[in-house]
């Protein structure tokens, strides 16, 4: 079966300091990797994918991620995050085997001022 | 990526009686799917709806519980049929294959 592991379910974090949010997943084939993050009372928004290619993918608001295969890792950094990063985030991954995306437990991350 | 209109963005009902929440896609898109995020959770896949067939349900979920429209490529509906307390949640569509983008959900109270 396909599966997501996030290893963090609560972050805090002081403004400026630097994130790593890990994840990991079980599926052996070809695979499409998301990060999505979720404001207090908002919808689901796609951070940054994966698909192919450069494996250290760069989204937006200044977050990346690096997609290390053998590892089945795709965690999510920030260098310095601000107060507005305040939220939940989840990573997913998509197989054409599944042909479904399947989320992870997501990570709160709060970060005081 | 393509936008969804999901409504209603909230409701409150009460325990016995149904709820239809409409999903519209501004383009076509083969597949579209549903999901629950109940509270403090993630998000768990409901079921796949295909247009021209029938929806696949995952475990844990019946279509007597939760039927599904999917009547052409850009509208999908989702019944929360004999409500229970346990069935408050956010419920969101979401339409892609390869990747999903999202309505912006429908938060739902049974009392």
């Known amino acids: 079966a396909q599966s997501v592991s996030q290893h963090n379910h609560h972050v805090i974090l002081s403004e400026a300091a630097s994130l790593e949010l890990g994840c990991n997943y079980s599926?052996?084939?070809?695979?499409?990797l998301f990060w999505y993050v979720q404001y207090p009372g908002q919808h689901l928004q796609l951070l940054l994918k994966?698909?192919?290619?450069?494996?250290l993918v760069k989204g937006i608001k200044g977050f990346e991620a690096e997609f290390i295969k053998s590892k089945f890792s795709f965690n999510l950094r920030k260098p310095s995050v601000q107060w507005s990063d305040t939220a939940e985030y989840f990573c997913?991954?998509?197989?054409?085997?599944?042909?479904?995306?399947?989320f992870g437990t997501g990570t709160k991350l709060q970060v005081i001022p | 990526s393509a936008v969804i209109s999901q409504k209603p963005s909230r409701d409150i009902c009460q325990r016995g009686t149904s709820l239809t929440i409409q999903c519209q896609v501004d383009?076509?898109?083969?597949?579209m799917f549903w999901y629950r995020q109940q509270p403090g959770q993630s998000l768990t896949l409901i079921a796949t709806?295909?247009?021209?067939?029938?929806?696949?349900?995952e475990s844990g979920f019946v279509i007597d519980k939760f039927p599904i429209s999917r009547p052409n490529l850009t509208f999908s509906t989702l019944t929360v049929s004999n409500m229970s307390p346990e069935d408050s949640s956010i419920y969101l569509c979401?339409?892609?294959?390869?990747?999903?983008?999202f309505g912006q959900g429908t938060r739902l109270t049974v009392v």
């Open positions: 997913a991954v998509y197989s054409g085997g599944y042909q479904k995306v399947t």
């Open positions: 599926y052996g084939g070809t695979v499409n």
């Open positions: 994966y698909f192919s290619g450069d494996p």
């Open positions: 383009s076509q898109v083969t597949m």
């Open positions: 709806a295909n247009q021209g067939s029938e929806a696949t349900y």
């Open positions: 979401s339409g892609g294959g390869t990747e999903a983008f």
